[in-house]
């Protein structure tokens, strides 16, 4: 068991001073990981999962001097590189997903909690990730005083794509997000909302939904509450004027949502309707 945990983490160095050090950075990255895992968010978490498994880790890790303290953890963690600890989380997850071909890869932006200073002008941390089954396979942080697109980019061009269907919520509807994708041999859904006004504009009106190429719907009930969702799809080149086909050339259908609710007898609570650009995926 300690060859392969010191397999998992030899792309990360050691940044201490040589034999200055109580602990073994691989004890310290082990536990840390584990909390990871487990959901756990801070040193403090570190801690308390290490004080719940002392029996387990003792079996499998070294730990010369016993368990780290939360001041350990957190001088041994700020010291690695982050991107070394990135290619450590990849690898991990390439073995449960063995390929993303076939599958579908959301990408969600989240402002992560506790780490929003107080200090005038400072919006927090947002990190990007990429998730498949409920793994997340890659991240990117968004860059401070960025517009926020800047990280769709960066985190496709980390993946292998190959055969997926990418899923990008408005953040991400952009010409040059949509090429990148392609040019991944992947197909893409992009939220159409007000970030392309011209674009919602055309998509979203009424009389070039007229004729439609294919349409679905279902309905769900549940304690007094009646859904219903319909699905329209049609080519883009149908529905788009010839320079918004110029601009989006990879986009080949537009998708329609309308989704409505009907509570007590009242209807159209909940209404909504969304949009979504798609490319393969035979939607």
Known sequence: ?????????SPIKDPRVINCSDHKL??????AFCTLLSNGEDFEDMVEFWEQRLDWLEEILELPNGIPSLDTFNRGLQLIKPDEFTKVLESDAADPLESVKGKLISFDGKKMG????????NPGLYILSAWVNGLSIGQK?????????????????????EGSVVSIDAIGCQVD??????EAKADFLLAVKANQG???EEVSDFFNWKDVEGINDSWEYDH?????RICKIKGA?????????????KVKTVIEVVAERTEKGIRSLGYRKSFTLAFGCDA
């Open 177 to 182: 997000i949509a090429d990148r994708i392609v």
């Open 26 to 31: 691989i004890d310290i990255l082990f536990i």
């Open 237 to 249: 080149s149908n529905l788009l004027s010839p320079e918004m086909m110029e601009k989006w050339a």
């Open 198 to 200: 011209s674009l919602l």
């Open 114 to 121: 506790g780490v929003s200073p107080n200090s005038k002008g």
């Open 141 to 161: 942080k968004v860059e401070d005083k960025s517009n926020k697109i800047t990280a769709p980019p960066k985190l496709i061009d980390s993946l292998e794509l």
């Open 1 to 9: 068991m300690q060859e392969e945990i010191k397999k998992l983490f």
């Open 224 to 228: 007094g509450r009646f859904k219903t």
